[in-house]
């Protein structure tokens, strides 16, 4: 592949990956060899990357069509972090914001373009293109070019004319849909033909599955709630009434959480969007119309506190967890009642053809919910793909077979029941049967002479109902959909009755105490082990950076990285260099603050720094191939230190040589806390607050410990900065070691 060498070099130096996902690699160099591509991954499959690399290697500009206007300013941020030349332009900008946008772009000063559909219809933004130098055409979201498919657009199709006047540039689609009539609606529609499309695996594995009863949820979301505390959590609820009462339950127990859906004002649902995102507040509350919008990687729980309505849409849905690839909860609560209100959402449909096609969905999402397969296996048999593996470790089936029970009798009895009464009746009702209702419809039947009446009496109508399901999905029993769903015994049960075979089933979900937060899948990540403190100090580390420049977190860094830190303890940028996440640029603006904090907390406790370890398992590089991070920054750390050490002993203050040398003042924070960790003596004495605050912040230190800023901080109260705090720790800890 000749593309390969230089495309994994800025792989590195441009994204501070080592490595490419799946399909990546394969998308690149097809793209680059002048082909046009269509890819077909799960969300956090890493889309972008497949024009952003191709990209830095064209001549030219790329221009990336996106349906999202919110989105756009986040991912222009991100690669600017990643020291990209990347820009957007839209609606919400003035017409002199534009074109001098367009007039950078004129220049060659930008890689990448980013714009909405709507703007191709635009005159002057046509005559832009046709004077630049148009590299590559991206487009993202191109499912909603598809009237088959659930976000179409209509301004999409202004791709088509895009097309038929660039018809020497290659074009990617991009696309988390996988149905294969949006498919081929996308390849139809923006003429792919002399594409390849390339389809990964749909499944996530990092995601784990699982449904629980909605009865009592309350007493099932606490415990989850409590085990992703601090951590991005979605909840999807049905109705704008129910999410406004959610929000205020959730608020009630000492979860700060935030509303989303339609009724809200736009402003409100912006803000509350950006809070979100900004991890402001942990927990949003949406109506499906939430999330599209969002490209939060560090999403840790999606809870659906009712059902959807189809599989697809649970499957977007929950693919907003976890897109950095780390273990995230997928929960689904599920109750009779919620089926009974999509049912009668679908009943009131007017079209026929909708409305059966609307009943088609649910079921399939009812079976998900329903049958105790493996939901993986369930979500990928929808989107065609089979599932091979017996154990998936990762949902609730899966991980519930570990403990069974003999289920012979009940089976027995169940099929029975089912044959006594006609085979013409649902669960529900050979379910009251078996338990002795004195319903009137039962004794109207006279089904309260049959042998069967009353014979279980140990069970609830939820346990029965879990182990009918159980025998579906063994195959011993048979739902007819007709008017009515209806049960029959199969071939297979009625062999089972007659063979007087025998049966073992998983432990009950609803007669144990469920157990919410477990982990999806036994500690196979090389992430898991970390240290959970430094990581904490971390994550406050990136959020004071990336609130000082105004970005989202995980722009600064995401979780992954962080936890790798919290792993490796790279104590200098050398080691630094190395963590997946870090390139040429962001090792130059955050390198010396995250390289500060981590060796003031691993030093006076003697963590070493694995980070060498990990470069000698690492797949050795292309020869010749610089180490791209370490090249350019090398030469120039020495100096920054000295000039940030100059003048401070010039007595400038923290935010004077911030100025002076067009730094964020953490960083400048960070120079100092590392000139101190290698004991250089410093002056530090104008940096300092006067003695009484001092006197205050060592006691709080004193008290709460050294290690760990925010402990001190809280006990402050909010009187305190961050940077007051961290500035005083220097000076205490000077002060103690000379002591
Ligand atoms: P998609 O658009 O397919 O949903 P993104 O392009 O937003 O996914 O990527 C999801 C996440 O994966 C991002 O945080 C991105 O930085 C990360 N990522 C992409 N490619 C790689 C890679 N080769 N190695 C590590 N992380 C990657
Ligand atoms: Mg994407
Ligand atoms: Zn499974």
């Given amino acids: 592949m000749a593309s390969t060498p230089s495309a994994l070099s800025i792989l590195k130096s441009h994204f501070g990956y080592d490595r490419f996902r799946p399909l990546q690699e394969e998308i690149i160099d097809q793209v680059l060899g002048g082909g046009d591509a269509l890819a077909l991954m799960p969300t956090g499959g890493g889309k972008s990357l497949c024009y952003q690399l191709p990209a830095m290697c064209l001549p030219g500009l790329t221009l990336v069509i996106s349906p999202l206007i919110a989105l756009m300013k986040d991912q222009v941020d991100a690669l600017n972090a990643n020291g990209i030349s990347a820009r957007y332009v839209n609606s919400t900008m003035t017409a002199s914001e534009i074109e001098q946008v367009q007039a950078e772009a004129g220049r060659g000063q930008v890689k990448i373009l980013y714009a909405a559909p709507e703007r191709l219809a635009i005159g002057s933004f046509r005559r832009f293109l046709n004077a630049i130098d148009l590299s590559l055409i991206a487009i993202d979201e191109a499912h909603c070019i598809s009237e088959w498919g659930h976000e179409f657009r209509p301004d999409y199709r202004n791709l088509r004319q895009l097309r038929a006047e660039f018809p020497q540039v290659p074009a990617i689609a991009l696309t988390a849909t996988a149905t294969g009539q949006v498919r081929e609606d996308i390849i139809e529609q923006l003429g792919l033909r002399r594409g390849r499309v390339f389809l990964s695996s749909f499944n996530r594995e990092n995601l784990s599955y699982s449904v629980e009863v909605k009865e009592g949820y309350w007493s099932k979301l606490l415990p989850l709630l409590k085990a992703h505390r601090g951590e991005s959590a979605i909840i999807y609820c049905l109705s704008r009434r129910e999410t406004e009462e959610m929000v205020e339950d959730l608020n009630d127990r000492g979860f700060s959480a935030l509303p989303y859906h339609a009724g809200l004002e736009s402003d409100v649902r912006r803000r509350n969007q950006e809070d979100f995102i900004r991890d402001r507040t942990p927990i949003i509350v949406a109506t499906i119309a939430f999330g599209m919008g969002i490209d939060k990687p560090d999403i840790r729980l999606v809870v659906h506190h009712s059902l959807p309505k189809s599989l697809e849409g649970y499957y977007q849905e929950t693919g ?222 990136r959020r004071t950076l990336a609130d000082s420049q105004e970005l989202p977190a995980y722009v600064v860094f995401g979780d992954t990285s962080l936890r790798q830190m919290a792993a490796l303890m790279p104590q200098s940028m050398d080691s630094f260099a190395m963590i997946p996440g870090v390139g040429r640029a962001k090792l130059e603006e955050y390198g010396e603050s995250f390289v500060a904090a981590i060796s003031a907390y691993a030093k006076p406790k003697n963590l070493p720094d694995r980070s060498p370890e990990l470069s000698e398992k690492r797949i050795t590089r292309e020869p010749g191939e610089a180490r791209p991070a370490l090249a350019e920054g090398g030469a120039r750390r020495g100096t920054t230190y000295r000039q940030t050490r100059e003048m401070l002993d010039r007595g400038m203050t923290i935010s004077q040589i911030a100025e002076a040398r067009n730094l964020a003042s953490n960083t400048v924070i960070g120079h100092v806390e590392r000139l101190a960790a290698q004991h250089e003596p410093l002056n530090l004495e104008h940096l300092l607050p006067d003695q009484v605050r001092l006197a205050q912040i060592k006691e709080a230190f004193d008290t709460c410990g050294y290690d760990f800023l925010k402990p001190a901080w809280e006990y402050l109260g909010s009187a305190f900065t961050y940077d007051e705090l961290r500035l005083a720790r220097i000076f205490l800890r000077q002060e103690a070691s000379t002591d």
């Avoid at 199969?490 to 089933?505: K, N, P, T, V």
């Fill in 320 to 541: 907003r967890a976890g897109r950095d690839g780390l273990p995230s909860e997928c929960v689904l609560f599920y109750s009779y009642a919620d089926r009974a209100r999509q049912e009668y959402f679908i009943d009131q449909l007017e079209d026929p053809g909708e409305q059966a096609n609307a009943r088609q969905k649910l079921s399939r999402m009812i079976e998900y919910a329903e049958l105790p397969v493996c939901r993986r296996k369930t979500v990928l048999g929808y989107f065609g793909e089979s599932w091979q593996v017996d154990n998936c470790g990762g949902c609730d089936v899966c991980l519930s077979t570990e403990s069974e029970f003999d289920a012979t009798e009940l089976a027995q009895k169940i099929l029975s029941a089912v044959i006594r009464t006609g085979e013409r009746f649902g669960a529900m009702h050979v379910i009251k049967v078996l338990r002795g209702s004195r319903e009137k419809r039962v004794l109207e039947l006279g089904h309260d002479r049959l042998s069967v009446y009353g014979l279980v009496t140990n069970m609830s109508d939820s346990e029965l109902r879990e182990v009918v399901a159980h025998l579906r999905a063994r195959g011993l029993l048979e739902r007819k959909e007709s008017e009515f769903a209806v049960l029959s015994v199969s071939e297979a049960g009625r062999r089972f009755l007659r063979d007087r075979e025998s049966l073992a089933l998983p432990a009950l979900k609803n007669a144990t105490a469920s157990q919410p937060g477990r982990k999806s899948r036994p500690g196979n990540s090389p992430v898991e082990d970390f240290d959970r403190a430094l990581f904490e100090e971390l994550r406050l580390l």
